[in-house]
């Protein structure tokens, strides 16, 4: 926090964790403090922590299945509280990675806005590590204009411009600007 207090202090306000046990001891406190704030979460959530998830987060960029979202719903309900959700979407179909494959795509974005009234504003990636990650980027803005969705979650420290001309409007850059994580 020594590191990000300055941040906070200066006016940014968004801010990107991985790990919702981590986040809550780093932010509860913080974040009653600092007007404005908003915390986004990156990483893979379990469903038995979207109790934690919803009170502490602003956004979801993982939504990475339907059990998720089933749960994400129920507890949006019982805490009053909506959180903006970023839909995973896995373009390069790999084993090793989560998200919605392509072609289930538009069954999981209207199950989860009409079905489970989740407030879906985007879709996320994470490009295959091998190849061009611009044609990956391209594809997922393609995609989002089809569901007439504004924002799009790709880009990180590696990559972060080429996303950005591809239409990026949330890039992860906490290791560009952090360095590695110990």
Not at 110 to 119: A, Q, S, T, V
Not at 123 to 151: A, I, V
Not at 158 to 164: H, L, Q, R
Request: aromatic letters at 8%; one cysteine or more.
């Amino acid at each position: 926090m020594e590191e990000i207090i300055p941040l906070l202090d200066y006016g940014h306000k968004n801010f990107g964790e991985n790990k919702i046990q981590e986040a809550i001891s780093k932010w509860s406190e913080v974040k009653n403090k600092y007007q404005g704030l908003k915390l986004h979460m990156l990483g893979k959530v379990q469903t038995n922590k979207v109790k934690f998830l919803i009170p502490l987060f602003d956004y979801l960029h993982s939504l990475d299945n339907l059990k998720l979202a089933e749960k994400i719903s129920k507890e949006q309900i019982k805490k009053d509280k909506k959180i903006k959700i970023f839909i995973q979407v896995n373009l390069g179909e790999e084993d090793q990675k989560n998200g919605i494959s392509l072609k289930n795509l538009e069954k999981f974005y209207k199950e989860c806005k009409i079905n489970l009234n989740l407030d879906i504003i985007g879709l996320m990636c994470l490009p295959p590590k091998e190849g061009e990650p611009k044609k990956f980027f391209e594809q997922l803005k393609e995609h989002s204009n089809r569901y007439d969705l504004t924002e799009l979650s790709m880009g990180m420290s590696n990559d972060f411009d080429i996303a950005s001309r591809c239409g990026s409007t949330f890039v992860r850059i906490g290791t560009k600007i952090f360095g590695s994580r110990i």
